[in-house]
């Protein structure tokens, strides 16, 4: 069957039973929140052909449950958050600005209706992440971004997952004629990036629902204006990314930029402390993934980016209590007392590896002694999963863990960038 057919059908589908949902709703026949969240994940892994899509809500049953506790489950602003991110996922993969308006009517048709429920924080929170979701998506949905002809990827990867995602979307970009400019940006030290094409991506991984702060940083302080240039985020995580594109999102759109869409790729946790079981096992579970679909969905991305179409998923907003703590209170603070490295120095060779593949520089090199730490941390783990001793660990218990070997070694950055020295100026 042809891709675009199939996209509609479950388009279609999307809308048929959201309808049939609200109609129950309104009847007095509630539905069982967790038949509201499988059915709208289904939807969007069959128009995606795909499951890493629906990977952002692996979360949400947990906050439903937890808000269970307090608020009755049903009403329409109860789902509100799931069928309108279910529609305008199914939507924007269509490719199509008809469709993208069908989803829009039919999530504000959701919030139109009387509840049968009374408001309370939950709902409300929900209704109001809903609507902001509704503004972003008709912001960049209904309008034609321009075909992107000389692209700068600017890509953030530690382990050298993001990079291999990005790269199939840089793929996809150059079948469909488009040149793509990589700028490698891992450590606090690089200063400057000098843009000159006439559309940007950004490829970062999620680190604890966050994106890295040192990209961030460089963002905010380096990026320069984008005067309407198109934009893309690309973001790979080992669970659900959750809200952890908005800040980026954010960021490009006060710097000029206009978002045309995002896309996450699931790679294997490099999380040591999470790495306990069998080596056996976990190179089972790692070969698993990345699944072929994800490699092929972000090559259609990049195509469609490169053609001037929409593609991928909504910037939606989940009513999630961790979007006031993505950033900068986690990053910063959290990750540095929770993520306090240690070295098991009967293993150390004092290689100083761990120092130079450190991003934001907490770890010292000490000329014939062991390593030092101190300062903010990133939990890009390059410190512990490169060390070839296993001498480094973040936390207790995790040198009985299983180290994760970057798969792509090639992609992966170890040196810090060397200090530039001005040039001498000839005599005259």
């Given at each position: 069957?042809?891709?675009r057919?199939?996209?509609?059908?479950v388009?279609?589908?999307?809308?048929?039973s959201?309808g049939?949902?609200?109609a129950?709703?309104?009847g007095?026949h509630?539905v069982?929140?967790?038949?509201?969240?499988?059915?709208?994940?289904?939807?969007?892994?069959?128009?995606?052909?795909?499951?890493?899509?629906?990977m952002?809500t692996?979360?949400?049953?947990?906050v439903w449950?937890v808000?269970?506790?307090?608020?009755?489950?049903?009403?329409?602003?109860w789902?509100?958050?799931?069928?309108?991110?279910?529609?305008?996922?199914?939507?924007?993969r269509?490719?199509?600005r008809?469709?993208v308006?069908l989803?829009?009517?039919?999530?504000?048709?959701w919030?139109?209706?009387?509840?049968?429920?009374?408001?309370d924080?939950?709902?409300i929170a929900?209704?109001a992440?809903?609507?902001v979701?509704l503004?972003l998506?008709?912001?960049?949905?209904?309008?034609?971004p321009?075909?992107?002809?000389?692209?700068?990827?600017?890509?953030?990867s530690?382990?050298?997952?993001?990079?291999h995602?990005?790269q199939?979307?840089?793929?996809?970009?150059?079948?469909?004629?488009a040149?793509?400019?990589?700028?490698?940006?891992h450590?606090?030290d690089?200063?400057?990036?000098?843009?000159?094409g006439?559309?940007?991506v950004?490829?970062?991984?999620?680190?604890g629902?966050?994106?890295?702060?040192?990209?961030?940083?460089?963002?905010?302080?380096?990026?320069?204006?984008?005067?309407?240039?198109?934009?893309?985020?690309?973001?790979?995580s080992?669970?659900?990314?959750?809200n952890?594109?908005l800040?980026?999102?954010?960021?490009?759109?006060?710097k000029?930029?206009?978002?045309?869409?995002?896309?996450?790729g699931?790679?294997?946790?490099?999380?040591t402390?999470?790495?306990?079981g069998?080596?056996?096992?976990w190179?089972?579970?790692?070969?698993?993934?990345?699944?072929?679909s994800?490699?092929?969905v972000?090559?259609?991305?990049?195509?469609?980016?490169?053609?001037g179409?929409?593609?991928g998923?909504?910037?939606?907003v989940?009513p999630?209590?961790?979007?006031p703590?993505?950033?900068?209170?986690?990053?910063?603070?959290f990750?540095?007392y929770?993520?306090?490295p240690?070295?098991?120095?009967?293993?150390?060779?004092k290689?100083?590896?761990?120092?130079?593949?450190?991003?934001?520089?907490?770890?010292?090199?000490?000329?014939g002694?062991f390593?030092?730490?101190?300062g903010n941390?990133?939990?890009?783990y390059?410190?512990?999963?490169l060390?070839?001793?296993?001498?480094m660990?973040?936390?207790?218990?995790?040198e009985?863990?299983?180290?994760y070997?970057?798969?792509?070694p090639k992609?992966?950055?170890?040196?810090?960038?060397?200090e530039r020295?001005p040039?001498?100026?000839?005599?005259?």
């Amino acid at each position: 069957m042809n891709r675009r057919i199939w996209e509609w059908i479950v388009f279609a589908l999307a809308l048929a039973s959201s309808g049939a949902l609200l109609a129950a709703e309104q009847g007095g026949h509630p539905v069982a929140w967790w038949w509201v969240s499988l059915a709208g994940c289904a939807l969007v892994a069959l128009s995606h052909r795909a499951w890493s899509p629906v990977m952002e809500t692996s979360i949400l049953p947990g906050v439903w449950l937890v808000a269970m506790v307090w608020v009755p489950p049903g009403g329409t602003a109860w789902y509100s958050s799931f069928v309108g991110w279910t529609l305008s996922a199914v939507a924007v993969r269509t490719r199509s600005r008809l469709a993208v308006l069908l989803a829009l009517v039919g999530t504000a048709a959701w919030m139109a209706a009387p509840d049968q429920m009374a408001l309370d924080g939950f709902r409300i929170a929900s209704l109001a992440c809903t609507g902001v979701s509704l503004v972003l998506l008709a912001w960049y949905g209904l309008r034609v971004p321009p075909r992107a002809r000389n692209v700068d990827l600017i890509v953030c990867s530690y382990s050298g997952n993001t990079a291999h995602f990005a790269q199939s979307f840089a793929e996809g970009a150059q079948q469909a004629g488009a040149s793509v400019t990589v700028h490698r940006q891992h450590h606090m030290d690089v200063r400057g990036v000098k843009l000159e094409g006439d559309s940007l991506v950004v490829a970062y991984p999620v680190i604890g629902w966050n994106p890295p702060f040192p990209l961030h940083d460089m963002l905010l302080r380096d990026l320069p204006r984008g005067r309407g240039k198109p934009a893309y985020v690309l973001h790979t995580s080992a669970g659900g990314p959750e809200n952890a594109f908005l800040l980026t999102w954010l960021i490009l759109l006060l710097k000029g930029y206009r978002p045309c869409g995002r896309l996450g790729g699931t790679y294997p946790v490099n999380v040591t402390t999470i790495r306990i079981g069998p080596r056996r096992m976990w190179a089972w579970l790692d070969s698993l993934l990345p699944r072929p679909s994800d490699l092929r969905v972000a090559r259609e991305a990049g195509q469609s980016f490169a053609s001037g179409k929409i593609d991928g998923l909504g910037f939606w907003v989940w009513p999630s209590p961790l979007v006031p703590l993505n950033h900068p209170w986690i990053a910063r603070t959290f990750f540095r007392y929770m993520y306090w490295p240690y070295l098991w120095k009967s293993r150390c060779n004092k290689c100083n590896l761990c120092a130079r593949a450190c991003p934001t520089g907490r770890i010292k090199a000490v000329p014939g002694s062991f390593p030092t730490s101190s300062g903010n941390c990133a939990l890009c783990y390059n410190c512990v999963n490169l060390c070839p001793t296993n001498a480094m660990h973040a936390i207790a218990l995790s040198e009985y863990a299983t180290q994760y070997r970057p798969r792509f070694p090639k992609l992966v950055v170890r040196n810090r960038p060397r200090e530039r020295k001005p040039r001498a100026e000839p005599a005259q």
